[in-house]
């Protein structure tokens, strides 16, 4: 069965994309740590980061530099962190989480609400800036 993030990219399920190539996607998380938290997928569905072979991987990362320097071009935050996790769902994900606030710590679970045209007018705001890596 096809994960969530599957789904996704085949627009089986509706997204706020930021921006895709032909190996990866990016979207805003619907359960924002802050505004512009942004997941990064491969589109090869594998559940554990750490099993992408060494080239996919590294490939993503810088893919999802370029994500993390649209975000910090769209909304000047202090530096956009970076977490893996990947328990919520079984298929290979990065976050990037914009950090406005030093004092501001998050963790996974306490998430921000955000309304369907702020969602809309953020992910246009950071693809708006993204350039696709070299």
């Not at 997941?39 to 980061?49: G, N, S």
């Not at 530099?65 to 975000?71: G, T």
């Not at 990065?94 to 963790?107: A, E, G, M, R, T």
Request: charged letters at 25%; one cysteine or more; a negative charge.
């Amino acid at each position: 069965m096809a994960t969530l993030f599957t789904k996704i990219i085949r627009v089986e399920i509706p997204c706020y994309k930021i921006a895709e190539n032909d190996r990866f996607f990016a979207f805003l998380d619907i359960r924002p740590l802050n505004k512009g938290h942004t997941l990064v997928i491969v589109k090869e569905e594998v559940d554990y980061l750490f099993d992408l072979p060494d080239e996919v991987l590294a490939d993503m990362v810088v893919f999802a530099k370029s994500v993390a320097r649209a975000i910090d071009r769209a909304f000047s935050p202090i530096r956009t962190g970076m977490i893996v996790e990947g328990l919520e769902v079984p298929h290979a994900h990065i976050h990037l989480v914009p950090i406005f606030d030093k004092l501001n710590k998050f963790s996974t679970g306490r998430n921000l609400e955000f309304s369907k045209e702020e969602m809309q007018a953020v992910a246009e705001a950071i693809s708006s800036q993204w350039e696709e890596p070299n």
